[in-house]
């Protein structure tokens, strides 16, 4: 196996310290005073100042909303790999009229902009009565996260050969059988690929959260960070420090997940 050429290196490195860099900041600036950050922006803290960190501990308001992005991110995950999983099986494996057509409709919500229906979505959901309610986030989340997910289920099932298919058959399987006995445990790669990017996705969404909740009891960390920010504009210090601790979480659960989600997404691409 050929080795990496050196430029190659040179490219990783300059992008991994570009990455890096800012987060290291951002996680030191925590441990100093808003005054040392002014005068020793780079430099290592003297002295350290871990108030910064145990007082955003000790809040009640960072643990609620950090409970808030969790249940929303993993009800969401689950109610969209669920329901694509069901729909990416049907385009995959079964032919009837207008499937392709059917297929496209769902693909082009790939290119319909989630700002743009902002407005619609406020409108619909304070119609059902679901504003300042989880369930008004999940479902839109659910409802966007819809097309790529079946987009990437749909092309990994139907690289699965038939001949798998036909043999559960002869064996007595029904389509719903074959589906959950035999087809979703051969596409976990698949479906840990589509999970991670549908909880980093809700774990990141801002706009969605604000439009839904008034009420601060719901509001999940993106939100979190806006409010403290304002509530502490002149507290740089105390600001980086709730940054890092609302990334902890993401970059924990991306580290667990980094494998899945490269091993599904090479999966399907080398299966044929």
Not at 3 to 13: D, E, V
């Amino acid at each position: 196996m050929r080795r990496p050429a050196l430029p190659l290196h040179a490219i990783a490195w300059i992008v991994g310290a570009f990455i890096l860099v800012p987060v290291v900041y951002a996680l030191l600036g925590g441990f100093k005073s808003t005054a040392q950050l002014s005068t020793n922006p780079f430099g290592l803290p003297d002295p350290w100042v871990p108030s910064n960190y145990t007082d955003v501990l000790a809040s009640g308001s960072f643990w609620r909303q950090l409970w808030n992005s969790t249940f929303i991110a993993l009800t969401s995950t689950v109610l969209v790999v669920a329901l694509s999983a069901l729909a990416a099986f049907v385009f995959a494996r079964f032919a009837f009229r207008g499937r392709e057509v059917l297929f496209t409709l769902f693909t082009m919500g790939l290119m319909f902009p989630f700002a743009v229906a902002i407005l619609p979505i406020f409108v619909l959901l304070r119609t059902f009565g679901l504003l300042d309610s989880p369930l008004g986030v999940i479902l839109t989340q659910g409802a966007f996260g819809l097309p790529l997910t079946i987009l990437i289920l749909r092309g990994f099932f139907r690289s699965i050969p038939g001949e798998i298919e036909e043999a559960a058959i002869l064996d007595g399987c029904t389509a719903f059988g074959f589906f959950w006995r035999i087809l979703l445990p051969m596409a976990r790669p698949a479906l840990a690929t589509v999970s991670v990017l549908a909880i980093v996705g809700s774990w990141n969404n801002f706009m969605l959260p604000l439009v839904v909740f008034s009420d601060e009891s719901g509001w999940t960390l993106p939100l979190g960070v806006q409010q403290f920010q304002g509530q502490y504009s002149t507290d740089t210090a105390r600001i980086l420090a709730y940054l890092v601790l609302a990334m902890v979480p993401a970059l924990g659960f991306y580290a667990v997940a980094e494998r899945h989600l490269i091993g599904g997404l090479t999966a399907g691409a080398t299966k044929g």
